[in-house]
Structure formats: structure tokens, C-alpha cells
């Protein structure tokens, strides 16, 4: 997650300090989830384009190369899908 927030902070001009938590848990939980087998493939939806494009980039750092897809999408959008839409 030290990654995430780097590229993070670098792409958005901003200290590492201020990038928020739950940006850098997205990347980690993508990882995560792809590390222990619990996906083969993960679908990120978010709001927050930097979040996306450092997991897109980190990912295949680590060995997961294309088997993370990256989609920007509004608040509005995820407020309104549920888990029964991935099943």
C-alpha cells in the first residue's frame, strides 16, 4: 500500500501524508483478493481515477497482469448497483 500511495501522491502533486487511506485499500485489497485466490480477476469501480490508475499500473508489478480492470464511474452509478449484479 506504501506504493499505492506514493504513485498516488506523485500523480495528484500531493504529500503522501494527505492521500487517504481508503484510496490506498482499494490497490491493497485488489491484491489481496488476486494473491490468496479469492479472484482470478477484479473489477474496480471507482470514483477516484489516481486509485484506479495506481492499482492498473502496480498490479502487474506484482505478478497480476491483466487480471484487474479498471472503471471509472459516479457516486450516483455506485449507489445504485448491489453484489447480485457480479454473481
Not at 503522501?16 to 490506498?24: F, H, L
Not at 481515477?49 to 450516483?76: C, I, M, N, W
Request: hydrophobic share 40%.
Amino acid at each position: 500500500m506504501d506504493e499505492a500511495r506514493r504513485f498516488i501522491a506523485n500523480e495528484t502533486n500531493r504529500d503522501q501524508d494527505v492521500i487517504e487511506k481508503a484510496d490506498t485499500a482499494l490497490v491493497g485489497l485488489a491484491a489481496q483478493l488476486l494473491e490468496t485466490g479469492e479472484a482470478d480477476h477484479v473489477v474496480l469501480l471507482t470514483t477516484d481515477k489516481p486509485a484506479g490508475r495506481a492499482a492498473k499500473t502496480l498490479l502487474p508489478q506484482h505478478g497480476f497482469r491483466d487480471r484487474l480492470e479498471f472503471r471509472y464511474v459516479s457516486v450516483t452509478y455506485l449507489e445504485t448497483i448491489t453484489a447480485d449484479e457480479f454473481q
